[in-house]
């Protein structure tokens, strides 16, 4: 089985509205961490995020939150007030033991002006 | 902090070469992790290794990659002989406790 899916290969958004990008994962751990990362069009990996499966509340940074559904075991990245720099891949992934990362296959997230 | 840095950050080479991809992770990191990245396959963990030790190499596709790290400040990926197949984007990255930090990445291009 696929221990992150990422189901939405490519978004649009109109600048200024937010989006939502979609994560599920699946663990049999108790203790992982999930994570969202940006790579522009240069190549980059950026970090945006991280929530921890033992936060209660939903991880925020900035104009990024992390809503988090253990229950449904779901990771979704809220990007707010797009901006045209937002268009990038971005990607979901989750640690568990021994700091071993798993990464989704992405999604293309395109901004309109 | 200069970051995780990878050297060379483009690589052209002939089938059949030899190449050696250099990583630096960032000094008190514990962990340094080798992934590859093509649009087939997205993100694959090549090969991760803690306080120098390699840990879980199950990712390396073939014995024709290897990877060392012969101290805390240094690691390297070879690929001999290499093929076309090999022609990606290799990510260098490494943490401490939760958060990986990526380098730029060496965009290897076999012909």
């Known amino acids: 089985a696929q221990k992150i899916t990422q189901t939405q290969p490519g978004m649009f958004v109109q600048e200024k509205e937010a989006v939502t990008l979609d994560c599920t994962y699946d663990?049999?751990?108790?203790?992982?961490?999930l994570f969202w990362y940006k790579q522009p069009s240069s190549g980059e990996m950026i970090f945006l995020i991280y929530q921890g499966s033992y936060d209660e509340q939903n991880a925020t940074e900035g104009r990024y939150s992390l809503n988090f559904q253990k229950a449904r075991k779901s990771a979704n990245l809220v990007i707010s007030a797009s901006q045209l720099g937002d268009s990038a891949m971005y990607f979901c992934?989750?640690?568990?033991?021994?700091?071993?990362?798993?990464f989704g296959s992405g999604t293309k997230l395109n901004v309109k002006p | 902090d200069a970051g995780v840095i990878q050297s060379p950050r483009h690589e052209v080479t002939e089938m059949g070469q030899e190449v050696t991809l250099r990583c630096k992770p960032i000094s008190g990191h514990n962990s340094l992790f080798w992934y590859r990245q093509t649009m087939m396959r997205g993100l694959e963990l090549l090969i991760y290794f803690n306080n120098n030790v390699p840990i879980d190499d199950s990712g390396m596709p073939e014995d024709r990659f290897s990877a060392k790290m012969p101290n805390a400040s240094f690691s390297t990926l070879k690929i001999q002989p290499s093929e076309p197949r090999d022609s990606a984007v290799y990510f260098c990255?490494?943490?401490?406790?939760?958060?990986?930090?990526f380098g730029s990445g060496t965009r290897l291009t076999v012909v």
């Open positions: 663990t049999s751990d108790q203790s992982y961490g």
């Open positions: 992934a989750m640690r568990e033991n021994f700091n071993k990362f798993y």
């Open positions: 990255a490494s943490s401490e406790t939760d958060f990986y930090t």
